[in-house]
């Protein structure tokens, strides 16, 4: 059995089996997510998370379809961790809430929003960047691929993928 890191997924039964009642879930839902994409409600929001991956598993995030260059926006306040540029994820975002209990990645971006430095701070709907095709992306897909994961042990970047959708109260807007 093996467990997912950011932009990974998850191998075991019980990857994402995080809900309203437990611990992480009720913490969570506390944290009042907003839809990161602009003008996506959470009802537009599709079921990608346990999309099957080949033999590697499940998906363990949700992909946003949005014109390219739609804001993506901060759905929490928090922090920024990393700024990162990969094969897969293409131009990415790292950031943490502010108990840094939790890890959001945000993947494919066109580019960063103004202002967007590691260790900055973000407030829910504060644009950090827009929708994309970097990395693995097809470019006539462009979306946001978004992960949630309970920050795993030794504070990395990595985590427990929970499906994010439950804990959408809000829909995306820019501040």
């Known amino acids: 059995m093996r467990r997912a890191l950011a932009g990974a997924v998850c191998l075991t039964a019980a990857c994402a089996l995080v ?5 992480a879930g009720d913490a969570l839902r506390a944290r009042r997510l907003m839809v990161p994409v602009a003008g996506v409600s959470p009802a537009d929001v599709p079921d990608t998370f346990r ?10 995030a949700v992909d946003i379809v949005a014109p ?3 804001p993506v926006v ?14 897969k ?9 502010p108990t840094q ?9 066109q580019a960063y929003g103004r202002g967007i430095t590691p260790g900055c701070r973000l407030v829910r709907g504060q644009v950090i960047g827009f929708v994309g095709t970097t990395g693995n992306a097809a470019w006539r897909e462009p979306h ?15 985590g427990e993928p929970i499906d994010p ?7 995306g807007r820019a501040r």
């Open 101 to 109: 209990r939790f890890i959001y990645y945000y993947a494919h971006l």
């Open 19 to 23: 809900h309203r009642g437990t611990p």
């Open 51 to 60: 999309a099957r991956r080949g033999w590697r598993g499940i998906h363990g």
């Open 165 to 171: 959708r439950p804990f959408f109260v809000s829909g």
């Open 144 to 158: 946001l691929h978004f992960q949630v994961m309970v920050r795993g042990r030794g504070r990395r970047l990595g």
């Open 74 to 87: 901060s759905a929490d306040d928090g922090r920024v961790l990393r700024l990162r540029r990969n094969r």
């Open 89 to 97: 994820g293409g131009i990415t975002l790292y950031a943490t809430d």
């Open 68 to 70: 390219r260059g739609t």
